[in-house]
């Protein structure tokens, strides 16, 4: 899908990567790069993962797609994806281990007050834990229609 304005000027589009997790591309407005020590805000983005089974491939790919720079972790072959300006973007990781059963997708990662209690909902909303749990203090999760999303307990 691709979104222009009345000039033909591009706005929006939303793409397929070669392994089949879409993501988005927008123009961008101001300056989200500053840091701090705060906790994260309840409901809003904190990060992005996207699990696949090839990640020096799709490091590639967002490299020369989006200009992020891949950068190992040193963490079971997880890379940062980051700015020109080094700050950290996105997480690239391979699907096995602590994201077995997830496909490839981007997941967004949701800081939320008491993590139990969101996975108590869940169960009871019609979604299902996929990995995780309250003393890891992060869980991945397919909400009632489909969608993966990472919880994590608030700081």
Sequence with gaps: MHGKDGDGQSQWAVLVD??????????????????????????????????????PSMCEFYERVVGWSAVSTDVDGEFELR???????????????????????????LPVDELDASLRLVRESGGEIINGSTETGRAVIRDPVGVFVALQANR
């Design 18 to 55: 070669p392994v089949g997790a879409a993501f988005g591309l927008i123009p961008v407005v101001g300056d989200a790069s500053a840091a701090t020590d705060e906790p994260e805000t309840v409901g809003c983005i904190a990060w992005l993962t996207l699990v696949v089974p090839d990640v």
């Design 83 to 109: 700015r020109s300006d080094g700050v950290a973007s996105a997480a690239i990781c391979h699907a096995a281990g602590d994201h077995e059963g997830v496909p490839p997708v981007w997941i967004l990662g």
